[in-house]
C-alpha cells in the first residue's frame, strides 16, 4: 500500500491543476512569459535563448492570436485587483544581455508590443560574461582544461582527479556559485578564469554597456526593472545582503537611466531563491510589484510581490502557441 508521503507527491500535480483552474475562473489570469535572450547560439545549455526568427514568429502570433499588455496594462489589473482580459499576456525578459537591445528591441518595435525588461546591473558595461556563461566557457569549451586540478579560497574548494570527476564540476558550481554572494563568487571566477586560462569573454554572450542601456531604455518597446546587481540567490543571504542587491540595483540604475524603477524580479525567482525578508524588502523599497520564477498564471489576487512567470523556451511557432495556450487553459 502507498505511504501517505506518496500519496500526496501522487496528488500534488492535480491539485496544483485544480487550484490553477479555481483562479482562472474566480480572478481570470495573464500568462506572464520569460525571456532571457533572442540569439543564434552554437552552445546553449541553459537554454536560455530563443533565436530571432523564433521569436520574430513568437510576437506575429501573440499579436494575431492573445491579448498583449502594456506594462501600464499589467499594473493597472495586478495592483487595483481588476480581472484580467480574456487571454492576456504579458511579455519580460531577464538579466540585460546585449542581445536584448541589438535583436529583441527591434523585434518588438517592428511589432508594436511592449516588454518588461529586468537588469543585473552589476554586469552591464562590464565587459564580463553573466557567472553561468563564464562557467561555459571555463570547463565546458575550455581545450587548455587540465587533467588534475586543485584550488581553495577560503571554505571554497574544488577539485578533479579524473575525466568523471571534471565532466561533473560544471553542473556542481552552478548549484554552489548560485548561493555565494555575489562578491564572493567574483572572486572565486576571477581567480579561476586565471587558473584555467579562460579570460577573455565571448562577444556573443556580453551585457549590454551603459551607453546601450541608456539607449535601449528610451525604446517605446521598452520598460526598465531591477534583477539585482550581482545575480546571487537572494534566498540564501542574509537580510542585509538582500537589500544591498534589492535596494543596490534599484539605485544604480535610476542614476544611470535618470528615471524611477519601480519593478524587480529575483534573480533565478524560483522558490529557494526568495524567502520572506525578500519579499518584504521589495515591498518596502517601493517596487510597484515583483516577478518570480514558478509556472502559474498571474491574477488579481496573486502575490504582488511574488507573481509567477512562464519559461519560454525556443520553440517553432506551432510548439509556442500550444504551450501558451495551455498556460492560459491550465
Same mark, same amino acid.
Given at each position: 500500500m502507498?505511504s501517505?508521503?506518496?500519496?500526496?507527491?501522487a496528488l500534488?500535480?492535480?491539485?496544483?491543476?485544480l487550484?490553477? !483552474?479555481k483562479?482562472r475562473?474566480l /480572478?481570470?489570469g495573464?500568462a506572464?512569459?520569460?525571456y532571457?535572450?533572442?540569439?543564434?547560439?552554437?552552445?546553449?545549455?541553459?537554454?536560455?535563448?530563443?533565436?530571432?526568427s523564433?521569436?520574430?514568429?513568437?510576437?506575429?502570433?501573440?499579436?494575431?492570436?492573445y491579448?498583449v499588455l502594456?506594462v501600464a496594462?499589467?499594473?493597472?489589473h495586478?495592483?487595483?485587483?481588476?480581472?484580467f482580459p480574456?487571454?492576456s499576456?504579458?511579455?519580460?525578459?531577464?538579466? @540585460?544581455?546585449?542581445?536584448? /537591445?541589438t535583436?529583441a528591441?527591434?523585434?518588438?518595435e517592428? #511589432? &508594436?508590443?511592449?516588454a518588461?525588461?529586468?537588469?543585473?546591473n552589476?554586469y552591464?558595461?562590464?565587459g564580463?560574461?553573466f557567472?553561468?556563461d563564464?562557467?561555459?566557457?571555463?570547463?565546458?569549451?575550455?581545450?587548455?582544461?587540465p587533467?588534475t586540478f586543485a584550488f581553495k !579560497?577560503?571554505?571554497?574548494?574544488?577539485?578533479?582527479?579524473?575525466l568523471?570527476?571534471?565532466?561533473?564540476?560544471?553542473?556542481?558550481?552552478?548549484?554552489?556559485l548560485?548561493?555565494l554572494s555575489?562578491?564572493e563568487?567574483?572572486?572565486?571566477?576571477?581567480?579561476?578564469?586565471?587558473?584555467?586560462?579562460?579570460?577573455?569573454?565571448?562577444?556573443?554572450?556580453?551585457?549590454?554597456?551603459?551607453?546601450q542601456? !541608456? !539607449?535601449f531604455?528610451?525604446?517605446?518597446?521598452v520598460?526598465? @526593472?531591477? /534583477?539585482?546587481i550581482?545575480?546571487?540567490?537572494?534566498?540564501?543571504?542574509?537580510k542585509?545582503?538582500?537589500?544591498?542587491e534589492?535596494a543596490?540595483?534599484?539605485?544604480?540604475l535610476?542614476?544611470?537611466?535618470g528615471?524611477e524603477?519601480?519593478?524587480?524580479?529575483?534573480?533565478?525567482?524560483? @522558490?529557494?531563491? %526568495?524567502?520572506?525578508a525578500?519579499?518584504e524588502?521589495?515591498?518596502?523599497?517601493?517596487?510597484?510589484?515583483?516577478a518570480?520564477?514558478?509556472? &502559474?498564471l498571474a491574477h488579481? @489576487?496573486?502575490v504582488? #510581490?511574488?507573481?509567477?512567470?512562464f519559461?519560454?523556451?525556443?520553440?517553432?511557432t506551432?510548439?509556442?502557441?500550444?504551450?501558451? /495556450?495551455s %498556460?492560459l487553459?491550465?
Open positions: 502507498p501517505a508521503a506518496r500519496l500526496r507527491s500534488r500535480p492535480l491539485v496544483h491543476r487550484r490553477a !483552474k483562479d475562473i /480572478h481570470g495573464c506572464v512569459l520569460l532571457h535572450r533572442v540569439a543564434d547560439l552554437i552552445t546553449d545549455p541553459q537554454q536560455l535563448a530563443v533565436s530571432p523564433n521569436f520574430d514568429a513568437h510576437l506575429d502570433l501573440l499579436k494575431r492570436k491579448k502594456r496594462e499589467f499594473d493597472d495586478l495592483l487595483n485587483g481588476k480581472r480574456k487571454n499576456v504579458l511579455l519580460t525578459f531577464d538579466d @540585460g544581455y546585449e542581445d536584448n /537591445h535583436i528591441r527591434p523585434l518588438l517592428k #511589432h &508594436g508590443v511592449e518588461l525588461f529586468y537588469i543585473a552589476g552591464i558595461g562590464s564580463r560574461e557567472w553561468w563564464e562557467l561555459e566557457r571555463i570547463f565546458c569549451l575550455n581545450p587548455t582544461l587533467d !579560497k577560503e571554505d571554497f574548494h574544488l577539485s578533479w582527479s579524473t568523471q570527476e571534471r565532466s561533473a564540476v560544471y553542473d556542481r558550481l552552478l548549484t554552489e548560485r548561493k555575489s562578491t563568487r567574483d572572486v572565486i571566477l576571477a581567480e579561476l578564469r586565471v587558473a584555467l586560462h579562460s579570460t577573455e569573454a565571448r562577444a556573443t554572450h556580453l551585457p549590454m554597456t551603459q551607453a542601456l !541608456k !539607449k531604455a528610451r525604446s517605446r518597446s520598460v526598465i @526593472g531591477a /534583477h539585482s550581482g545575480h546571487c540567490s537572494l534566498g540564501y543571504r542574509t542585509s545582503e538582500q537589500q544591498a534589492i543596490g540595483s534599484q539605485h544604480a535610476s542614476t544611470m537611466l528615471q524603477i519601480p519593478y524587480f524580479s529575483y534573480p533565478f525567482g524560483t @522558490g529557494a531563491d %526568495f524567502n520572506a525578500s519579499i524588502l521589495a515591498r518596502s523599497n517601493g517596487y510597484l510589484h515583483t518570480a520564477n514558478y509556472p &502559474g488579481k @489576487g496573486s504582488r #510581490h511574488a507573481f509567477p512567470r519559461l519560454v523556451r525556443d520553440w517553432h506551432d510548439e509556442f502557441d500550444r504551450e501558451v /495556450h %498556460f487553459n491550465p
